[in-house]
């Protein structure tokens, strides 16, 4: 089959087999219909769903809440005609959930042309653009437009105090984009913009040990056990989405991951290059450090002023160590045909009563030749 054919089929929905009805957020819904043959080669998760053991299979009704329609409409045009050239008058904004739509339902075609148009793009991105991308292609797993993203971050840089697009960052995301700004701004902002993105979800302080184990022991007695035959009950009964890849989100309502993911974030910060306002302004007041920690850093920020005061004490003494040397007088030689004349460095501070007699005579006869 041509695609010119499958793109006629397209439009006009002939021999239709199965139905795509698709959910906004307001409650209302938009029906496709779609060809199952289609649909299953451009995904193998589509196959599953319309060709496995599912609901989907024998109703042809498929049913999706985690796309927009008007996302899913683009994306069953691609389908039926795999034409790439459409995705260059998309925006930004349709790009990114077409192509995070293609990687859930493992739609490689489309996943590669979208990455390759924001690429080609990329230098006309904002910052908050080039955010949202690096957040996209973590979600996606594609380590070498992590990279790209990362570098052109680095590039152009401005600050992202002000961007809420970082506080919607999942933990590895914003603990990665902590790394990659590590050169770009201070360790103070670096502190400030990890205890907003703390506070902005939800975590206004770091649990002691002994509350996070207590609460674990709470979970452990309150928590039954599955049986084996209610597993498989429920795994007969998981919706056909279940079969979609899921990404791994961090959890902030696990005390000991938020525990866990807050201490990784500290530890990127070097609390020894905070100046002493610095450390008492920002973490000093943080409820994010314990008070052991808190006197185990103002230790080192101390021993690093000692240190920084000593060094600069020995500079300046060598400083004054090297003076110039002293300025030298001209004695004039005479001697047969002529005179010459020769520099010879003496002390300015040593006068003509103190010299032996032989060189005030000297003097006295040059100056007479002279004359």
């Not at 649909?39 to 809440?65: H, K, P, Q, W």
Request: include cysteine; charge should be negative.
């Amino acid at each position: 089959m041509s695609i010119c054919c499958m793109m006629e089929l397209g439009r006009t929905n002939r021999h239709t087999d199965c139905t795509f009805i698709i959910e906004d957020e307001s409650g209302g819904s938009q029906s496709f219909p779609c060809h199952k043959l289609l649909f299953s080669c451009a995904s193998d998760v589509f196959d599953r769903m319309l060709y496995g053991d599912y609901i989907e299979s024998t109703s042809g009704v498929v049913r999706l809440n985690d796309v927009q329609p008007d996302i899913f409409e683009k994306f069953r045009d691609y389908v039926y005609g795999y034409e790439c050239d459409k995705l260059q008058k998309y925006d930004f904004d349709t790009l990114i959930r077409l192509c995070e739509f293609a990687n859930k339902y493992l739609v490689q075609s489309l996943e590669e042309d979208c990455v390759k148009d924001l690429l080609i793009r990329k230098n006309t991105f904002d910052m908050g653009e080039l955010l949202r991308l690096f957040q996209c292609a973590h979600r996606m797993n594609r380590k070498s437009l992590i990279n790209q993203i990362a570098w052109e971050l680095k590039c152009t840089f401005k600050s992202t105090l002000d961007h809420s697009g970082v506080y919607e960052f999942n933990c590895e995301v914003f603990k990665h984009y902590i790394e990659v700004i590590a050169s770009k701004i201070s360790e103070a902002d670096r502190f400030r913009l990890l205890e907003m993105y703390l506070k902005y979800n939800g975590i206004e302080e770091l649990e002691s040990a002994g509350q996070v184990d207590s609460q674990d022991a709470t979970e452990a007695n309150t928590t039954t056990i599955t049986t084996t035959n209610e597993v498989e009950n429920q795994e007969s009964e998981l919706p056909s989405t279940s079969c979609v890849p899921l990404k791994t989100e961090c959890s902030f309502a696990v005390p000991n991951k938020k525990a866990s993911f807050v201490s990784d974030l500290l530890a990127l910060i070097d609390f020894g290059k905070l100046s002493p306002k610095e450390f008492y302004d920002g973490p000093g007041k943080s409820n994010f450090l314990s008070l052991a920690e808190k006197y185990e850093h103002m230790y080192q920020i101390a021993k690093n002023c000692v240190t920084a005061k000593d060094e600069l004490q020995l500079k300046m003494a060598l400083t004054t160590e090297q003076k110039p040397p002293l300025p030298s007088e001209s004695r004039r030689i005479v001697h047969m045909g002529g005179s010459l004349m020769r520099d010879e460095p003496t002390a300015s501070s040593v006068t003509s009563h103190y010299l032996s007699r032989p060189i005030r005579r000297y003097r006295a006869w040059s100056a007479h030749s002279d004359v």
